[in-house]
């Protein structure tokens, strides 16, 4: 997937493919999708397998996902981006393989991949998650203005602190953005909690997290299924001592 590095998963899902007799182009990791385009228009694949390791990438999953069906060429995806059963492939009109075999079964079956039904996103139309991605520099930029005014450590951070700080608030406006994409509030609080979990490991608190989910849900107040994913996020942060940036 465009953004994707995680290469060997789909690495070992491509070898399976080819020990069951397909023949198999791996593409690499982070394929943007007009160069998926490009080798379609110049190959005739019988399908496309995608894989997808973060979440937060589905937006770029959906639209390479379309890519594909321009292309009159099916498609089978599969990685924990997707949900761990597949919930949000499903979302974007996209056929789910759990492994490798299934990949296989499903690819000898083009009726099965191509009667998948179309993706449901008629959400969209609301317009939150193009405002969101517009406005993404402007949301961490706030953000950590925000954390160093409330937060008097975070104004000595050496530049490898700020530069994961900054690192840690892309990933939250992302996952957040994702979460819309889909209609979906559990792909973001799930994130939330794999972030705390990480940040805790750094020793910092989750009351962290929670100081940064606060000023995003005040600043985007207008916005009503973001502020309903954040309020959720936020009430299930374990309780914590005073906050430290993150």
Same mark, same amino acid.
């Given at each position: 997937m465009d953004?994707?590095?995680?290469a060997l998963p789909p690495r070992l899902v491509a070898e399976? /493919? #080819?020990? #069951?007799?397909?023949?198999?182009?791996? $593409?690499?990791?982070?394929?943007?999708?007009?160069?998926l385009v490009s080798y379609l228009h110049r190959h005739d694949a019988q399908a496309v397998a995608l894989a997808c390791a973060l979440p937060m990438r589905l937006p770029h999953a959906h639209r390479m996902i379309e890519a594909c069906r321009r292309?009159?060429?099916p498609v089978v995806v599969g990685g924990r981006g997707f949900g761990v059963d597949g919930r949000w492939a499903a979302r974007l009109g996209a056929a789910w393989a759990p492994d490798a075999p299934s990949a296989s079964e499903l690819i000898g079956d083009e009726r099965a991949l191509r009667r998948v039904p179309a993706a449901q996103l008629a959400?969209?139309?609301?317009?939150?998650?193009?405002?969101?991605v517009r406005r993404r520099g402007e949301l961490i930029d706030s953000a950590l203005t925000d954390l160093r005014e409330r937060v008097p450590a975070a104004r000595s951070y050496t530049a490898a602190q700020l530069d994961a700080t900054v690192s840690d608030l892309g990933h939250i406006v992302d996952s957040l953005a994702a979460a819309l994409y889909v209609d979906d509030a559990s792909l973001f609080t799930e994130?939330?909690?794999? @972030?705390? %979990?990480? $940040?805790?490991? #750094?020793?910092?608190?989750?009351?962290?997290?929670? /100081?940064t989910?606060?000023?995003?849900?005040?600043? /985007?107040?207008?916005?009503?299924?973001?502020?309903?994913? @954040?309020? $959720?996020? #936020?009430?299930?942060?374990?309780?914590? %001592?005073p906050g430290a940036a993150c």
């Open positions: 953004g994707e590095w995680h399976v /493919l #080819r020990l #069951r007799g397909w023949q198999v182009t791996f $593409l690499g990791a982070s394929v943007p999708a007009a160069h292309s009159d060429v959400h969209l139309a609301d317009d939150e998650y193009a405002s969101l994130f939330v909690q794999w @972030l705390v %979990g990480i $940040l805790a490991s #750094r020793g910092v608190p989750a009351s962290a997290v929670g /100081l989910l606060g000023h995003y849900a005040t600043v /985007l107040r207008d916005f009503p299924r973001a502020a309903h994913t @954040l309020a $959720l996020s #936020r009430a299930g942060l374990p309780s914590a %001592g």
